[in-house]
């Protein structure tokens, strides 16, 4: 209305959770089942949000980790503020009129396209071989930016990181330890980063960070997000997207009462690991380092 736009181009808003119909006379010949069909959250971080096992009143933070890290609060109302636009958080409508406030982060990403890279010359490469080279590799060698435009682009990524390393006076990694070591390190200080800066609009703290999705099986970059953070990591559930489609099926069908009951069976029925790392003395120093280097990038 306030842009003048005729209301009859526009179809009506379906709600996650609202019940549309039934399964179709074929699929009732197919299966045998006559069911209703909901509508669910139109988007995979808005299923896998429904699902983070959080509890009523919790003050917390999520990231749903995956190619992209979706970092971000639930809130009751969306923030419009100037606030909110200078540090990039934007609003989405979640379940039961909730909003998902959050900035995307670039999560594996990196780690991913360096592996493939790599892959291409000797085969497959075991991720607990990798670990293990990351754990020996030098700690806090050197960091990028892992929002840097140069890393969106896909190809290349091994030299990228090395291009950008020395173009901010760090010393390019050699090893595949080293590599990996970087990327990890650098997106656990960019969590950090966005939290602290989440923290200061909102004007509260956020004492735990919940993490969702295929990066929960990362171990290295959990412990490194709570010793860079200084929070505590709860880390699960991995398949939180096809999780939190089904907890909205089984509102919109009243198996369930409400979110917070969905969210405490997630709870129930999924193994949630605990991070919570008392010996982060070095990491709040390097997280100065970071911070001038990303804050020296950007004025630039």
């Known amino acids: ?4 736009l005729p209301e009859r181009i526009f179809l009506p808003v379906i709600r996650p959770g609202q019940i549309l119909g039934e399964t179709t006379e074929a699929i009732r010949d197919e299966t045998g089942m006559k069911l209703p069909v909901a509508a669910v959250c139109g988007h995979d971080t808005g299923s896998a949000v429904l699902a983070i096992p959080m509890e009523r009143g ?8 995956g190619t992209w890290s979706l970092l971000g609060v639930e809130l009751d ?13 934007t609003n989405e409508g979640g379940f039961g009129g909730t909003i998902r406030f959050l900035k995307n982060i670039m999560g594996l990403w990196i780690y991913q396209e360096v592996k493939r890279e790599l892959e291409k010359g000797t085969g497959s490469i075991d991720y607990a071989v990798l670990d293990a080279e990351v754990a020996a590799a030098p700690a806090f060698a050197r960091f990028i930016d892992p929002d840097a435009a140069a890393f969106f682009e896909k190809g290349n990524m091994i030299g990228k990181i090395r291009d950008y390393c020395t173009a901010t006076g760090q010393s390019a990694p050699e090893t595949r330890g080293e ?3 970087c990327v990890l390190e650098s997106l656990a200080m960019k969590y950090r980063y966005a939290v602290e800066q989440l923290e ?16 929960c099986k990362d171990k290295l970059l959990m412990d490194y997000t709570a010793r860079a953070t200084g929070r505590r990591v709860l880390a699960g559930p991995v398949e939180a997207t096809a999780i939190g489609n089904i907890c ?3 509102i919109a069908t009243g198996e369930v009462a409400d979110v917070w009951q969905a969210r405490s069976l997630v709870s129930a029925s999924f193994g949630v690991e605990d991070y919570t790392v008392s010996d982060r003395a070095e990491w709040d120093e390097q997280y100065r380092r970071f911070l001038n280097l990303i804050e020296k990038k950007t004025e630039e």
């Open 179 to 181: 590599i990996f070591r």
């Open 248 to 250: 909205a099926q089984l």
């Open 1 to 4: 209305k306030r842009l003048g």
């Open 77 to 89: 109302a969306p923030r419009t503020d100037d606030a909110a636009y200078a540090i990039e958080y």
């Open 58 to 65: 919790e003050r917390c933070a999520y990231i749903s980790c």
């Open 200 to 215: 200061a609009m909102l004007g509260y703290a956020l004492p735990v960070i919940r993490v969702v999705g295929g990066g």
